[in-house]
């Protein structure tokens, strides 16, 4: 029997092969590119699609939060937003039916047990030379110990004046293994030492999400909570004390988008 049938056989199920080959890892790429695109398009029409940001109704005094990625103020005694008179944010007062006034300022002063936001110490300076009220917050993580990270802020922060703002614990996230209970646990340690170092009660900040799904009823109860929820007329979480209602306002003298919050 001739074997030049059966290495043409052979030959054509290695081609056959190779072409499967190429086949999948083709639709493999492509599959990876639509991925991609319908992430960037998803992401582009989620902010697209929630329109411009516009202030509460029945609010007029505002608290804006910033750290370095709003880089440097550039004048403090002009931090004012101004609206249009559809309520939404105007860039330039000539835009505005209506200009009010920032009157808290919180910003950043430390992550961890041991980062400082780089433009903290000149930017706190600054403000409290001026008739604001001005606080100062830390972003809390998980899986780092929590007097540490109390101790990184009382340090960063230094002493309180008796009208500045109570500090601020920013507590956003569970690091992969962190159960509620223990996160519950930690915040309290970082509560109760800057408490104790300053004697003002610490105000919570965190999503609205997480403040109904995350934080325990005793620490709801006991603390201030500042939530964060957008592109509604109030939050979900009803508890709330402060409400940060945009990522997306415009403050005269800062560049690029604010947080802005009001108070209830």
Known sequence: MSKKPVRRKIRRRRAASR???KRNSLLLV???????????????????????????????AFCIDISHHNGIVR????????VRADGTFAEKASEAAA???????????????????????????????????????HFYRTDKDPLRQAENFIRTVGPLRERDLAPVLDVESLHKGCTHAELNAGIRVWLEAVEAHYGKKPIIYTSDNFARRVLSEDIIKEYRIWVAHYGVKAPDF????????????????IQGYVDISVER
């Open 238 to 253: 009803s508890s709330w004390s402060l409400w940060q209602f945009t990522e997306r306002g415009r403050v005269e003298g």
């Open 19 to 21: 072409g499967q080959r």
């Open 99 to 137: 200009t009010y006034p920032v009157t808290m300022v919180y910003m950043k002063a430390t992550e961890g047990e041991t980062m400082q936001d780089r433009h903290f110490p000149g930017q706190w300076q600054e403000a409290r030379k001026r008739a604001l009220s001005v606080g100062a917050y």
């Open 75 to 82: 004048d403090w005694d002009r931090l004012q937003i101004h």
């Open 30 to 60: 492509i599959g990876l590119l639509l991925l991609a695109a319908i992430f960037v398009v998803t992401k582009y029409v989620r902010l697209a699609g929630d329109g411009p940001a516009r202030i509460p109704d029945g609010y007029n």
